[in-house]
Nanobody, 121 residues
């Protein structure tokens, strides 16, 4: 059973930075796509960034230019570098992975337990 373990969350002031990590128990190349979702209190979970096996990336409009998704194949780890953080970036951030391109993100095969990010104003 594949496990995704997130780390790197915490409390940061607005304008600050955090880097989230998602360590997979197996090769990340076994996934066609990996992504980061976030869920703010009272809101639906939303996809903020993803990276396909071939390296193509996606960013939600709300984080473009501030967040960067990257990976280390050798470490089986995906990262989310978050700069210029805003209070509205607060939420629980989840790492997720899909084995098939046709799978909807909300039905992704694997999810981490989440890591909390709190941005104070």
């Amino acid at each position: 059973q594949v496990q995704l373990v997130e780390s790197g969350g915490g409390l940061v002031q607005a304008g600050g930075s955090l880097r989230l990590s998602c360590a997979a128990s197996g090769s990340i190349f076994s996934f066609v796509d990996m992504g980061w979702f976030r869920q703010a209190p009272g809101k639906q979970r939303e996809l903020v960034a993803s990276m396909a096996r071939g390296g193509d990336t996606y960013y939600a409009d709300s984080v473009k230019g501030r967040f960067t998704i990257s990976r280390s194949i050798a470490k089986n780890t995906v990262y989310l570098q978050m700069n210029s953080l805003k209070p509205e970036d607060t939420g629980n951030y989840y790492c997720t992975a899909k084995r098939e391109a046709t799978t909807m993100w909300t039905s992704a095969d694997y999810w981490g337990q989440g890591t909390q990010v709190t941005v104070s104003s």
